[in-house]
Nanobody
Framework: QVRLVESGGGLVQPGGSLTLPCTAS???????IGWFLQAPGKGRDGLSC??????YYADSVKGRFTMSRDSTKNTVYLQMNSLKPEDTAVYYC??????????????????????WGKGTLVTVSS
C-alpha cells in the first residue's frame, strides 16, 4: 500500500526558507515523486518532480526551490528559499502508479498522479 506523508509546514516570514520532507512507503525503488501546491480556492499546481534519473522544476520555482531525495530514508525534500506571500498554500507530494518514468510537464499535471499525501500548510506572512 502506497503512503505519502508530508511535514515541515508552518509560518515563515517573506524572504525566509523552509524545507518540506515527504516520506514514502509502499513504493518500488524506481519511483517518481512530485510536489504540488494548492492555494485557497485554486487547483493543484505542479512545482517539481524527482526520479532516480532526473529532476524537473516548473518555471515558477526555478532558482528558488530545490528538490532532493534520500533513498535510505525513502524521503524526498523540497527546499524553498526566498518565500513570498503568494507561496502561501497547502503543499502536497504525489506519485504516479508506474515506475521508470521521467519527470517533466506530464507529471506536473495533478491529474496524472495517483497517490497523494494529506498535505502540509505553508503560510508566508510577516
Amino acid at each position: 500500500q502506497v503512503r505519502l506523508v508530508e511535514s515541515g509546514g508552518g509560518l515563515v516570514q517573506p524572504g525566509g526558507s523552509l524545507t518540506l520532507p515527504c516520506t514514502a512507503s509502499g513504493l518500488s525503488d524506481d519511483y517518481a515523486i512530485g510536489w504540488f501546491l494548492q492555494a485557497p480556492g485554486k487547483g493543484r499546481d505542479g512545482l517539481s518532480c524527482i526520479t532516480t534519473g532526473n529532476t524537473y522544476y516548473a518555471d515558477s520555482v526555478k532558482g528558488r526551490f530545490t528538490m532532493s531525495r534520500d533513498s535510505t530514508k525513502n524521503t524526498v525534500y523540497l527546499q524553498m528559499n526566498s518565500l513570498k506571500p503568494e507561496d502561501t498554500a497547502v503543499y502536497y507530494c504525489a506519485t504516479p502508479d508506474e515506475t521508470g518514468v521521467m519527470c517533466g510537464v506530464y507529471y506536473s499535471d495533478a491529474a496524472n498522479m495517483d497517490y497523494w499525501g494529506k498535505g502540509t500548510l505553508v503560510t508566508v506572512s510577516s
